[in-house]
């Protein structure tokens, strides 16, 4: 015992010492085996190629080995590497003893054996003479009984030949007799199989005047049996398996099979359709006990509707499946089944089955010859066709009823989706019972299919519901509070927006992830076996990911859709375009704040079990404000998807409308070859005096939109701000402040990272640039040379959601607009002279409204080079000096 226990410490010091310095001897082989392995390599029995430093190996040389070692190791390895081999040796020792002892001890087993073998097999080889002797005295008698017996043997084979003929003979004789017996007992069945089993005996002998008259006389029994057969078989009340009894009696009498087929389902189709409709009636019917609670007032029950408890309602629903499927759907396995059977099996079969039927015109439980038709292929395929459109139909009317019990309430958050749950499983498993209905009709992937649309129409119901409602609450603001146009809209309103906005998010975030969150996590955490079955719930989170992906698609499209039907051209017809800003406010808001926030708690209730269980984590994600979310990572190439798609037009829609709303008073004043006359109406001076009125307008137009825009993306507005007229004509805000006042920073309506801070003009107007004006500079008019060269200006290009990415859109257009209106005119020096004090008020007063000086200095230098091509005289421009006395006239900073 202690050399056991020394060799084990050993074995245990060697493993942890020799780990890295022997990789050659494996440590994790058993005992017996690692002791055989160490021997084979000691023996060089493994094949291994001669390696003289190989310590292994047969050429091995101890004094190479040395000398290699003290050249590459150090000190401290060679000691590691002494104690290594030490601990080799007593391990290689130990296994050395282990394997001696256990083959002397397979010997000494071995020698014990032998000696046993030889005690027991003294008195076999006489044993075995014996056995040999009496085997051939046994073949000496056998030889010898079947010489006597063999001329008897066949004597009585010829006789027993005869008898059964004799039989067979006296059974054709009877037979009519029987076949009138069966026929007045009305035991169809057994005269079908006496004619049966005769049929070729006489068709065969049909030469002989005896056989040919009793086959005459069969023959006309059985037309009158085949003729009742078909009376039974037509009657009203006839069931399927009298039916079916009926035509495998009809088969087996070699009747015209192509006219059988098209019969068998003429009268199935009759008895199912009629079945059917009997069960659904009798389904209206059926009741349950009534709730304890309302039958306890029996004197008042005839003045109340007695409403079922959900858990009543699920009992019913459960009852009524159960009946339908009783009554129904095992008649129909049972008409598959035998149609199949009697003719679309390709080749002839013969089976004896029980018959289907138990009544007394099918011959209760006799035993039928079922057989195959035997139709050619053409029949078959015609006859297959014929049947498959027959159970399509069938089937379509079968699951309409189910779909009735499977019906969804008005308000789809009020359903409770474990009865319907229930019942699909019911379904599912009634249909596995019907073997026939399964293989051969397919019944399983139509049932599939139900249980699939179920869950999609649960999801679209759900979010359908919630896209119905959001654009519900958008038509139905648009109508009632936003009669007037928006530049009109009183503070108070504008307000209002705020408040609707945030009232329709919440709400309709609450209602994704409370209340449609709520039914689809019942649905995932069914325990319900069909589930299990179906795969769990992975192919059902499949789908639901599948319907969240395209209502966010649906929701997008809607809104869209909405704004291209309300805001159609002209533009001066449609309703006020705020809607199209609010819209494109709540799809800023979709992408930056409630997509992530909905997809989270789908996130959390649906995936976060399935990924614990998988040991599966999700990927991390931030929103537009950079706060971290921890999304499962089936979601997150949707969730880029829906942000991606959020940026949707609709903002470029809303600044398309206000832009072309404001150039429309361009265009009304520009008209080709009537801007001069127009000049001369109003400005009989050589210079003009003062800015056209139109721009004023037009900058008091542009002060209004701004008002929208700061509402939806920059914050609340200032009620002691009011935009009036001054003396010039020219609009300027009252209250403290400047221009830019309205655009208050750190006042977003949701926290977005849309919203610019911003000064006021009057501080911006003191650092900015003082560009010369476009008009003063006779190198920039010369040509187009540095048109070629500048920037391309998109004017219909995307808009960023912010404030100045709108008002920059929308003074894009306007500044367009107004160079295209020039392009078509032919200008005088005074008209040219007074276009160029227009743009340098529009320079002045634009300029609060964007943040790229750069391209409104770009387009008005292209606006100034399309007015002084477009004069038909020697243009001579006013200096920037008089340019900017008569603009500070009509302009007050």
């Known amino acids: 015992m202690a050399s056991s226990s020394n060799s084990h410490e050993q074995s245990g010091s060697f493993a942890s010492s020799s780990a890295h310095a022997t990789p050659h001897i494996t440590l994790t082989l058993p005992r017996k085996s690692r002791a055989k392995d160490l021997l084979r390599k000691y023996y060089t029995l493994d094949g291994k190629k001669a390696d003289p430093l190989d310590i292994d190996n047969s050429a091995f040389e101890a004094e190479k080995y040395v000398n290699n070692m003290l050249v590459e190791k150090h000190l401290s390895e060679l000691m590691q590497r002494d104690n290594d081999l030490s601990t080799e040796i007593r391990q290689l020792d130990g296994d050395m003893k282990t394997l001696v002892y256990e083959n002397y001890s397979k010997f000494i087993s071995a020698t014990d054996t032998i000696r046993k073998m030889k005690s027991n097999v003294e008195n076999m080889e006489s044993e075995m003479d014996q056995l040999s002797q009496s085997i051939k005295n046994i073949s000496n008698v056998t030889t010898s009984v079947n010489s006597a017996l063999g001329p008897k043997r066949d004597k009585i084979r010829q006789l027993t030949g005869v008898h059964d003929l004799l039989k067979k003979i006296q059974f054709i004789f009877e037979l009519p007799t029987r076949l009138n017996h069966c026929l007045d007992q009305k035991s169809y069945a057994q005269a079908v199989r006496y004619y049966a089993k005769t049929s070729r005996l006489l068709d065969h002998y049909r030469n002989l005047s005896v056989f040919s008259s009793i086959e005459m006389e069969c023959k006309e029994i059985m037309d009158k049996v085949t003729k009742r057969i078909r009376e039974n078989m037509t009657q009203e009340d006839a069931t399927g398996s009298e039916i079916s009894d009926c035509m495998a009696l009809l088969i087996t009498l070699k009747e015209l099979p192509q006219k059988l087929a098209k019969e068998y389902l003429e009268l199935q189709k009759k008895f199912l359709s009629n079945l059917l409709e009997k069960t659904i009636r009798e389904m209206s019917s059926i009741q349950i006990d009534p709730p304890l609670e309302l039958s306890h007032d029996n004197h008042d029950s005839s003045n109340h509707t007695k409403e079922l408890s959900p858990n009543s309602s699920k009992k019913l629903a459960k009852t009524k499946l159960n009946f339908l499927n009783q009554k129904f759907l095992k008649e129909l396995n049972k008409f598959v089944e035998s149609f199949n059977g009697f003719f679309l099996t390709p080749s002839r079969e013969t089976r004896e089955v029980k018959s289907p039927g138990k009544s007394p015109k099918s011959a209760g439980s006799d035993i039928l010859r079922f057989v195959s038709a035997n139709l050619d292929g053409d029949d078959r395929d015609i006859a297959r066709q014929n049947f498959m459109e027959f159970i399509d139909s069938i089937a379509t009317e079968y699951f309409a009823v189910v779909d009735n019990l499977l019906d969804f309430p008005e308000a789809v958050t009020n359903l409770k989706p474990s009865t319907h749950l229930q019942l699909l499983n019911d379904l599912y498993y009634a249909t596995l019972s019907c073997n026939s209905l399964c293989t051969i009709a397919r019944f399983e992937d139509r049932v599939n299919d139900i249980i699939v649309d179920w869950e999609i129409k649960l999801a679209k119901s759900l979010f359908g519901t919630a896209e119905k409602e959001l654009m519900d609450k958008f038509v139905k603001y648009a109508d009632n509070e936003l009669k007037k146009d928006s530049a009109t809209l009183p503070n108070s309103q504008l307000r209002n927006l705020q408040t609707f906005i945030l009232d329709l998010e919440t709400v309709y975030a609450d209602y994704l992830t409370n209340d449609c969150l709520k039914l ?252 010369p004006n476009p008009f003063t500079s006779s190198v920039q008019l010369t040509s187009h040379i540095d048109k070629l060269f500048s920037d391309r200006i998109e004017i219909y290009s995307i808009v960023e959601m912010s404030i100045i990415g709108i008002m920059t859109g929308i003074v894009k257009i306007l500044l367009k607009t107004w160079i295209e209106m020039i392009r078509l005119n032919t200008l005088t020096n005074n008209s040219f002279q007074q276009i160029q004090v227009d743009s340098e008020y529009m320079r002045v007063k634009l300029w609060r409204f964007i943040e790229d000086e750069r391209m409104m200095n770009t387009m008005l230098q292209e606006l100034a080079s399309s007015a002084f091509r477009r004069c038909f005289e020697d243009p001579l421009p006013l200096v920037y000096a008089d340019i900017e006395m008569i603009v500070n006239g009509s302009v007050s900073y």
């Open 520 to 771: 689809l996590e019942e649905c995932v955490k069914t325990e319900t076996p069909m589930m299990q079955r179906k795969g769990g719930a992975d192919h059902l989170l499949e789908r639901f990911k599948i319907q969240i992906k395209e209502f966010w698609h649906s929701v997008i499209q809607s809104m869209s859709g909405y704004v291209a039907s309300v805001h159609p051209a002209p533009v001066t017809q449609s309703p006020p375009p705020i809607i199209v800003l609010m819209m494109s406010r709540v799809l800023l808001d979709f992408g930056e704040i409630i997509v992530m926030q909905v997809y989270l708690a789908f996130s959390n209730g649906l995936y976060k079990q399935q990924s614990d269980q998988r040991r599966e984590f999700g990927v991390e994600m931030y929103n537009g404000f950079g706060e971290k979310y921890t999304i499962a990572k089936e979601l997150v190439h949707d969730v880029r998807e829906i942000i991606g798609i959020c940026k949707d037009r609709i903002l470029e829609t809303y600044v398309e409308i206000k832009g072309n709303q404001v150039s429309a008073k361009i265009r009304d004043i520009y008209i080709p070859n009537v801007i001069q006359k127009q000049f001369e109406k109003t400005n009989k001076s050589s210079i003009p005096e003062r800015v056209t009125s139109i721009w004023s307008e037009i900058i008091t137009d542009l002060v209004y939109i701004e008002k929208d825009v700061v509402v939806l993306y920059g914050g609340p507005i200032d009620e002691n701000k009011e935009v009036v007229e001054d003396s010039s004509g020219t609009s300027s805000n009252t209250g403290g402040g400047g221009d830019k006042s309205l655009l208050s920073p750190n006042t977003a309506l949701v926290k977005s990272p849309y919203a610019h801070s911003n000064s006021s003009h009057s501080s911006m107007n003191s650092t900015r640039s003082k560009s």
